[in-house]
């Protein structure tokens, strides 16, 4: 485990972050309960990829052609996400997204892949919010529970391991 001395956080103080582009709370919502009710399911997860894509299509996620999409994936906002053709989405991704997401085509994320997008600052007092976009290149290998942080920009062809 490593430590790392931060600023003295006054969280009363925190302000909720605008985020530019969040639908309204009624879509946010609904999302939310079908997120957990089919996507992060176990059992409804089983749907076939073609069922979920159309669903995440629905709530303005772009996704090509030959997308697969295992159970117990958790994703925050399909609005924001952005997938080229034949992507793999393993079993327990959690893309955290509070702005873009791209994933070029031919590109998998293995099991327990996390992605996000935003963060707070530890050097702020007000332990402010900041959100920055992920790019993911065609060819991509994201390996069984590797994380990729808020504003990288992943080449083509490359895997990104954990450790």
């Known amino acids: 485990m490593q430590e790392k001395p931060i600023a003295k956080l006054d969280l009363a103080a925190f302000q909720k972050p605008d985020i530019p582009g969040y639908p309204g709370l009624f879509v946010r919502v609904s999302w939310y309960l079908l997120n957990a009710i089919i996507l992060r399911s176990g059992v409804l997860g089983l749907l076939p990829s073609r069922t979920k894509v159309a669903l995440l299509r629905l709530y303005g996620a772009k996704l090509g052609q030959g997308v697969v999409i295992k ?46 997008t935003g ?39 490359v895997a990104v391991m954990t450790g």
């Open 71 to 116: 159970p117990r994936v958790d994703i925050k906002s399909p609005w924001f996400l952005e997938v080229g053709d034949h992507v793999w989405i393993g079993e327990k991704v959690w893309i955290d997204n509070h702005t873009t997401v791209r994933i070029g085509s031919n590109s998998c994320l293995s099991q327990g892949a996390y992605l996000f």
């Open 119 to 157: 963060n707070h600052d530890w050097t702020d007092p007000q332990f402010a919010f900041f959100c920055k976009p992920i790019e993911i290149g065609e060819g991509v290998w994201i390996t069984a529970f590797a994380k990729v942080p808020p504003g990288s920009c992943i080449s083509n062809h």
